[in-house]
Nanobody, 126 residues
Framework: QVQLVESGGGLVQAGGSLRLSCAAS????????MGWFRQAPGKEREFVAA????????YYADSVKGRFTISRDNAKNTVYLQMNSLQPEDTAVYYC???????????????????WGQGTQVTVSS
């Protein structure tokens, strides 16, 4: 069992930055690939970024590539999402998720993930 708690969301102006954190419980954090997804009102949950168990491989949605950076600290059981050059279209609830897999395949799909956090709101004003 893994529990995930996101933090770091808030209100920011366009062009600004935020760093989201996701703290995981349990002693097997390093066994999990981690992902960030987001969901805007009236829209489906969409993939943002993922990182493999070691942190050696990262994956991004085209919409955030070059602006967002995912990282993890296995000693702290935490995954981060650094978000720069934020735009109003980035407004959404952001969720972190954990997948017990060593494969990179499927990390862009919500149903690959075994555990989810409760989400944190990110609002970008124009």
């Amino acid at each position: 069992q893994v529990q995930l708690v996101e933090s770091g969301g808030g209100l920011v102006q366009a062009g600004g930055s935020l760093r989201l954190s996701c703290a995981a419980s349990g002693r097997t954090f390093s066994s999990y690939a981690m992902g960030w997804f987001r969901q805007a009102p009236g829209k489906e949950r969409e993939f943002v970024a993922a990182i493999n168990w070691s942190g050696g491989s990262t994956y991004y949605a085209d919409s955030v590539k070059g602006r967002f950076t995912i990282s993890r600290d296995n000693a702290k059981n935490t995954v981060y999402l650094q978000m720069n050059s934020l735009q109003p279209e980035d407004t959404a609830v952001y969720y972190c998720a954990a997948a017990l897999t060593t494969s990179r395949y499927g990390l862009g799909r919500p149903n690959t993930y075994d555990y989810w956090g409760q989400g944190t709101q990110v609002t970008v004003s124009s």
